[in-house]
């Protein structure tokens, strides 16, 4: 439409009919009213929001491997998006209309894609879905980049917008079904920000290598960066995440704390002991070590596992948490997955032997060396 637009009544003229029409979002959003959905609990601030989200990110093997595929992806399909203006111009010799055109069938196998996505991720995985685009947005590049004729050049800028939005809206879905409601918003912006980021440093670097080199070199090395880091990463497996991997766990124990500590009280140090019959501890190490990165992503630092050399059997598992508040709201983020770890672990405790939970507030000691 943009393209039309240009033909019609000018470049001008686009631009002004796109801040237009922009303006109907701004009394979309004053009517928008979303009910309040606040967890229970203090409020986190910024900052400490930040950095829990990155620490769900760090601690998350599903999260890493989201936005390590987005990150490949991008920073190799920026070329396409950089030097696009210039393959119209100086390879295809199309005008303003012509690169509007172009840039409409892009959109147009964008739009198809996105048509299409629900029912290819119900036939098939999430990876395989991921990875059939990646070879689509390959083999467009190269078609882009090998033709001197517009219409054939048309085409494969239709099966990159296809290909753009089968890789990362696929990506984004797998993001907001693995991620929990508490930190959902912030999975998908650190998603956004990887592709921002991979499409404003690959774009330089791109456009640099077709200043030296030519657009076609540019595009067909794109093209090879991004099947040599999808090799690379082929063991990277990305999915959909599962019920269990969003939904808190509601049943809780109740906590047995003489005098409610104030919010910014801590640090908390969270001991649990347990004891082990000889034939299940490799078991109960192999177990305990998958429930270090769900304890780490929900709020504790400096997680470890010790084993008692006066009492053979007898082990403790500590952990961190920085603030009482922090340690209530990593209760609360605790998904039915989370706790199924957690009971594969307590399931070789012994039989009559209750696991015993202590907490610990930190406390500030202050030595008088006046005299």
Known sequence: LAGAIATWFGSGSALLTSAFF?????FALRGWRLPDQRPPGVPEKLMSGIKSGLRFARHSGQMRSLIGRTLTFSICASALWALLPV?????????????????????????ISALTITRQLQKAQLNT?????????????????????????????????AAWVGVLATLG???????????????????????????????????????????????????????????????V???????ADVTPFA??????????????????????????????????IAAIQKVEPTRRRNGANDWR???????????????????????????????????RLQDEVSKMQKPDTPIRISRFLGVETHEDISS
Request: aromatic share 10%; charged share 15%; proline share 2%.
């Open 251 to 284: 049943d809780l124990p109740a906590l047995a704390v003489e005098g409610e500590p104030s919010a910014d009280d801590g640090p908390v140090l969270v001991q649990l002991e347990y004891n082990v019959e000889e034939a299940n501890r490799a078991r109960f």
């Open 87 to 111: 393959i119209a111009r100086d390879q295809l010799d199309l005008a303003a209309a012509g690169y509007g055109l172009m840039f409409g069938m892009f959109g147009t196998g964008a739009v």
């Open 129 to 161: 879905v991921v990875t059939s685009h990646v070879l689509l947005w390959t083999a467009s590049t190269l078609v882009v980049a090998a033709s001197e004729i517009a219409w054939i050049a048309m085409a494969g800028a239709f099966g990159a917008g």
């Open 305 to 339: 596992v010790f084993r008692d050399l006066g009492q053979e059997g007898r082990y403790v598992e500590r952990f961190i948490i920085t603030s009482w508040a922090e340690y209530i709201r990593s209760r609360l983020r605790m998904t039915v997955a989370d706790r």
């Open 237 to 243: 497996f990305v999915r959909l995440g599962s019920a």
């Open 173 to 235: 879905a797998g993001t907001q079904s693995s991620a929990p409601g508490w930190v959902r918003a912030r999975a998908v912006s650190l998603s956004l920000l990887s592709v921002q980021a991979s499409l404003a440093i690959g774009s330089a670097a791109w456009g640099w290598m077709a200043n030296s080199a030519g657009t076609q070199v540019a595009l067909v090395a794109s093209a090879g960066m991004l099947m040599l880091l999808h090799f690379m990463s082929r063991r």
């Open 22 to 26: 922009l303006t109907f979002m701004l």
